[in-house]
């Protein structure tokens, strides 16, 4: 096929389903997956894209080079046109999918800290409220809340996070 053909083939939004990606709102937007949003900046065209945020734009093949990491050549191939090294394209597709999904979940595992520890942080407030002052079970809780505290922080701060969380693991 040639670069037109799989243009004609395949859809900005056939290229989102491929990753899984939500579809476009009423307005045509999505939130931009080459920068971290809250609001959907990202417009979607049937051939091109354009992010308000960020910048990134271009067709379908650029939306896949930035995806998965790679060439034009090797987005060419992966979506069925014929290089020869469709191999090392499915390859570097399949590493940065493997990637993406990493994040993922690094990202809801951290979601999942920050809930607990609020509760927790909760809990011993409550706590603390009802034991004896400076009883053992007072002080324990007392340095348990303390740690939670500490938690709080280093959870919400997005630098040092994803390194605490690997050594709680
Ligand atoms: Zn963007």
Redesign the pocket.
């Known amino acids: 096929m040639t670069k037109e053909e799989i243009k004609d083939l395949y859809s900005m939004k056939d290229i989102l389903d491929r990753y899984g990606l939500p579809q476009p709102n009423r307005a045509g937007f999505i939130c931009?997956p080459?920068?971290k949003?809250k609001t959907a900046?990202?417009k979607i065209y049937k051939r091109d894209f354009n992010?308000f945020?960020?910048?990134?734009n271009g067709d379908i093949f650029t939306f896949v080079m930035l995806m998965d990491g790679i060439s034009f050549k090797e987005a060419y191939a992966a979506l069925g046109g014929d290089y020869e090294n469709s191999f090392s394209a499915r390859l570097k597709i399949y590493q940065a999918q493997k990637k993406r999904e990493m994040q993922r979940k690094t990202e809801e595992r951290l979601k999942r800290k920050r809930e607990m520890n609020y509760l927790l942080m909760e809990v011993y407030r409550k706590w603390l409220d009802w034991l004896e002052p400076l009883s053992d079970a007072w002080a324990n809780t007392y340095n348990a809340l303390q740690y939670q505290e500490y938690l709080w922080e280093v959870l919400n701060d997005s630098k040092e996070c994803y390194e605490v969380i690997k050594q709680l693991r």
Do not use: K, R, T, V
């Open positions: 931009c080459f920068h949003e900046s990202m992010c945020g960020c910048g990134a």
